[in-house]
DNA sequence: TAAAAAATTTAGCCGCGACTAAATTTAGTT
DNA sequence: AACTAAATTTAGTCGCGGCTAAATTTTTTA
């Protein structure tokens, strides 16, 4: 039996990994809220167990093994997540909460017979990609709403849960997945990004806000004449 | 924020008074499956937490702020048992054990969601009744199966989900909360029982069995006689 | 009622997963 | 290349909630 906290910390490691290839003692801490002490103490455990590779003092990596528990827990809070909101209609900006402690105790079983009332999906609320049961996930590769220029269109695919208030935000905004969004300008030097949503209102949004906010552009007009010129 | 063990101790000190009313050290660590010294550490723990009053070596009760607690998790838990069942089909004899796990780390919120959803039960599927948000639980005052004398029809109130094994021959055999059961013959000395189901299926219980259930006899012609003799 | 048995508590230990403070290694200057 | 700053690890501690062995109290029995 893994306990929780190992869980945690292959959890993070994972999502770490995805964004840069090497994860950092600092890293990890910060993104778990502990010390970096306590986080080279759990490290070391779990190269012991073979569930990470150690390179002291440059990083630590997800084994085959590790990464195999990492998405089980994945798969188990993504599951949970969606269905607390199906089933019970708990709002978007809670579930992560929730499924952060019940993705810890729950029974292969139970896993089982909640992916089988949602469907198998492929997608939790906020629209991140559930693991299989075989261990794999989709790794789609979106871009950030900030690096969509001004005068271009595009879907909202994935909103980042790490926080409630900002889902609130986005939840009242009406910027949640499948939502297509205009962007109508953008302020130099990373400056606040003015869009439009489907509803027609408009709203705008600073750095941290857009960077939360994945999209794929949808292809337009403006889009292929900037492509053609590209060619000449 | 009280952590698990605390909420377990504070429930299997609840569930021992509703048997007899002093709850000794060797019984708490016996339904906890531990050493009796851990249980007398624990409950010098709640004692200082003022959860409950010990008086060494004579036994353990909860005080008013413990029973509440108790009855805080005990809510919890009877509301999930409902919920798997009702939601995602989970046997009979499986929520006890995975509502164990999650009483443990459900909000205030989701607690308030599930009894909304379930139209705030009185029962869970094993006929417990549900102690109420203010902290109040009906303590109805059933008969056990082996007390029926032979001749006497019941209908099952309750049935202790202590056993998943006898859980799944119970529910197999049709023995759950609102059947009627017919006690057709009884063996002396704490011998098996002989009862018909509602199916009309004949099945015998040895005294393990019938101890974990609880009935409210039917009123039949034999019971009015019985009754007007007493008055005699 | 005294001795034996059973129940309970005390004393001392352990693993887990946090922590701080101090030592060490690495990376970034100048 | 040497010095400094930052990152990381080591050393040592703590609370939690288990454990065993030994001491103590209560209960039973002879």
Redesign the pocket.
């Known amino acids: 039996m ?5 869980q ?2 292959l959890k993070a490691i994972y999502q770490l990994q995805e964004n840069s290839e090497t994860v ?6 910060q993104h ?14 779990l190269a012991r167990l073979k569930l990470v590779r ?7 990596e997800l084994t085959t093994a590790g990464e195999k528990m990492a998405l089980e827990v994945l798969r188990h809070h993504r599951l949970i997540e969606l269905f607390l909101a199906e089933a019970l209609d708990v709002p978007w900006e809670l579930v992560h909460a929730e499924a952060e402690k019940i993705e810890h105790v729950i029974s292969e079983d139970l896993e089982d017979r909640i992916a089988n009332f949602l469907g198998d999906p492929e997608r939790d609320p906020h629209g991140d990609p559930i693991p299989t049961k075989a261990g794999t996930v989709e790794r789609p590769e979106y871009q950030s709403l900030l690096d969509v220029g001004a005068g271009q269109s595009a879907v909202i695919q994935r909103v980042s849960d790490q926080n409630p208030e900002h889902l609130k935000h986005f939840s009242k905004l009406g910027l949640i997945p499948d939502a297509t969004v205009d962007v109508l300008s953008r302020e130099p030097f990373d400056g606040p990004l003015r869009v439009r949503v489907a509803s027609g209102r408009e709203h705008t949004l600073d750095e941290t806000l857009a960077r939360a906010i994945w999209v794929t552009p949808t292809v337009e007009k403006k889009a292929y004449r900037a492509k053609s010129k590209s060619h000449v």
């Open positions: 893994t306990s929780a906290s190992v945690n910390y950092t003692t600092t890293a990890l801490a778990l809220d502990i010390s970096a002490a306590s986080a080279t103490n759990m490290i070391k455990k150690h390179s002291p003092y440059h990083g630590v």
